[in-house]
């Protein structure tokens, strides 16, 4: 992953180099490939941190998790830029079903939009650095968001779609032509989603031919959701490939950030493409989410193996920073 470091100036204020930053990162456990300065034409003197993410920092595959490991270590605020929500103006009939490989599914309804719209200009420049090309405005804010808050979402061609959704295993030899062309056949290990009449998309991983947003497309349904890692490994790499989406899927996404996601991705929709928003629907197994689990932690044990002299009000001013809520 690489990115913008001006970018994570949308959730900390930091002054610091990028050599120090990268050092800081380094010994927080993350792999630092490097940085390259550049100019910003919209922020100014800028540089590209780029990442090798290993498989069990899946919580630092977005700006909003480096920027979080980096409010720990400098004691700064993490604030996260503007997620406020879209009251919809009308009610889609088409009603989401989630499963317990799939137990979180969000979506929202899209009309009247403009794709002859351009993609906002930081958008698109940060986008560039990320070494992401430019398609069309809908998908470069899903990708805006994958990178920006970690969570991947797709957007269908809502008058594509027949009836409702489900997130369901695939049928043994079903059949799918994915975005990119490719015809595979999946087996019931493989979660789909899936309209009333076809799967639309191979859950966690590309969307499908049949039901991809075109220059023509005037409505899209906008889809954010929580598949288990277990329901996702593997599946990509099984069929000879792999995408930004599946990387974070199968590393184990925030299973509590979806609608946030829908809301932000909304906000900037409306400020590129316009339109009609329609109230979020969602399908959500509760007791099929990840459980939180209490661990008891001997601080001078941990001080011990790390060779590190660690307070227990230091301690808890890490956790506290990293989201947890240590008694």
């Known amino acids: 992953m690489q990115f913008s470091k001006n970018w994570l100036k949308d959730f900390i204020d930091i002054d610091l180099s990028t050599e120090t930053i990268c050092s800081q990162l380094t010994m927080a456990g993350l792999e630092v490939d490097g940085y390259e300065d550049v100019t910003s034409k919209i922020t100014g003197k800028d540089s590209i941190i780029k990442l090798d993410i290993t498989p069990n920092r899946g919580d630092c595959f977005s700006i909003l998790g480096v920027a979080r490991e980096l409010s720990v270590i400098n004691n700064l605020k ?28 969000f979506g929202r309804t899209i009309r009247d939009i403009s794709l002859n719209s351009k993609t906002l200009p930081l958008i698109a420049e940060r986008l560039k650095f ?29 008058d594509k779609l027949r009836g409702n959704i489900t997130v369901r295993a695939a049928f043994n030899e079903e059949k799918i032509k994915l975005l990119d062309d490719q015809e595979l056949v999946l087996d019931d290990s ?24 075109s220059a023509s497309t ?79 932690l001997d601080l001078e044990k941990s001080n011990d193996l790390l060779g590190t002299r660690i307070s227990k009000q230091v301690a808890l001013r890490y956790f506290k920073g990293l989201g947890f809520a240590p008694e």
């Open 78 to 105: 993490l604030s996260l830029p503007n997620i406020s929500s879209i009251d919809g103006s009308f009610k889609d009939e088409m009603k989401v079903k989630a499963c317990p490989e799939g137990p979180s599914y």
């Open 130 to 158: 990320s070494d992401q090309k430019l398609i069309d405005p809908v998908v470069d804010i899903t990708n805006y968001i994958l990178l920006e808050l970690g969570q991947p979402l797709h957007a269908f061609d809502r």
């Open 190 to 213: 493989c979660l789909v989603i899936s309209d009333e009449e076809s799967a639309v998309a191979f859950a966690g991983i590309m969307g499908c031919k049949e039901s991809a947003v």
């Open 218 to 296: 005037n409505s899209i349904f906008l889809e954010s959701a929580f598949f288990k890692p277990s329901a996702i490994r593997g599946k990509a790499r099984r069929y000879g490939f792999q995408t930004d989406a599946s990387l974070r899927f199968e590393r184990g996404v925030d299973y509590k950030i979806q609608e946030i996601a829908i809301d932000r991705a909304s906000i900037l929709l409306r400020d590129t493409v316009g339109g009609r928003f329609s109230e979020i629907t969602s399908s959500t197994l509760k007791n099929k989410l990840p459980k939180q689990t209490k661990i008891n």
